[in-house]
């Protein structure tokens, strides 16, 4: 998503060409055409780490089975920003490239992958998960003498990729909010809502600590909370187990802006630190408290950050929610104060404007 945006923005000033595992498209004042209609089937989480291990590439390379991937020559282009350290993987086939390389590095996949592996439980996929940080970081430095330039979403994962890069490279850093402010109204109902892609691990791992460890002493303290889910393409069974929890699940839905309104908070149970970082956001760009665990602030600016209720215990999130259901409002005036101005400070379409610049000076 975050180079989807990316394409949205710099296509207002240049012809932009996005390259996915669905295909190649044009953009052009921001909307999509899809040039190469190629797309490539996804691997299996466990396929992908047994061919990683075996070819020393990196996990999503082959999740993503990005080799198959219809890549236009990288000399048509001035300029090319690749994103996630395993797609860098793809300079190496090549010849060095005429284009100035420019990395977005989404997370600090060291932090990231280290995070991953020390909540999994069987020793054997916690090795194999946690080696994907080496990975990552080889990759990097392999590829090093080709960038000239990285994207960060905060300034811990800025210090992090500059260890690893050449000296002479730019730095630039760009936080993850793809929101500006424009809150809703609150309706008044006592719901408390998780969003979040339901066939994504990361997501349904987090939601099953909530729904295991959080929401069965939440009903029985505040009896008339309403906890929804909405989410896309939850699989039958776990529409089915959260129904028998008592979990109103919204599939596929065309807007978020109702459910939204009806929120009297919205609920980032991250274990990691990458699903968070759009959510919190999202929610608070539509005046909703978040409240969340330290994961899911990891790499948000301190002014994001600051705005959000961060528990890691569950009696500290029954604690939160609770306090939040008892008080009779959503939000304060001085709160929706300080969300609009830090989300002023970071919106991602502000923000890009240094990628703009730096382009158009090379």
Sequence with gaps: MRGHFQAVHLSRLWPVTVVTE????????????????????????????????????HYLF?????????????????????????LLELLASSPRPQASIIFDTHNNEREYFETVAARTP???KRAVISKQADVAERVIQKARGLIAATISVSESDRDWIESLCG???????????????????????KSILYVGSLNVTMNLQALEWFTVNV?????????DVEFVVA?????????????????????????????????????????????????????????????TTPH?????????????????????????????????????????????????ASYFGNSIKQISQYIESR
């Design 122 to 124: 069987n020793r054997f």
């Design 215 to 223: 929401w069965p002493l939440l009903r029985k303290i505040v009896p």
């Design 22 to 57: 669905t295909g190649t498209y044009d953009v052009k004042d921001g909307v999509f055409t899809h040039r190469v209609v190629t797309e490539v089937a996804e691997a299996s989480n466990a396929l992908a780490y047994l061919r990683s291990a075996a070819r020393r590439t």
């Design 296 to 344: 899911g602030l990891v790499g948000q600016p301190a002014a994001i950050a600051d705005c959000c209720i961060v528990r890691e215990d569950p009696a500290g999130w029954v604690d939160a929610i609770r306090a939040q259901v008892e008080r009779g409002h959503r939000s304060t005036g001085e709160w929706d104060d300080q969300v609009e101005a830090a989300l002023s």
């Design 231 to 291: 989410g896309r393409d939850p699989s039958a069974a776990l529409m089915a187990d959260l129904k028998r929890k008592g979990v109103t699940v919204i599939a596929n839905a065309p807007s978020l802006d109702p459910l939204y309104e009806d929120a009297l908070c919205s609920l980032i149970p991250a274990s990691s630190g990458s699903g968070g970082k759009i959510k919190v956001c999202e929610a608070l760009s539509r005046g909703v408290p978040v409240i």
């Design 62 to 86: 082959e999740k993503y089975n990005c080799r198959y991937w219809e890549v236009p020559s990288l000399d048509e282009f001035t300029h090319v920003i690749i994103h996630y350290p395993a």
């Design 167 to 189: 000296s002479g490279v730019r730095h630039f850093v760009i936080p993850n909010n793809l929101f500006s402010y424009s809150p809703t109204k609150w309706t008044g109902r």
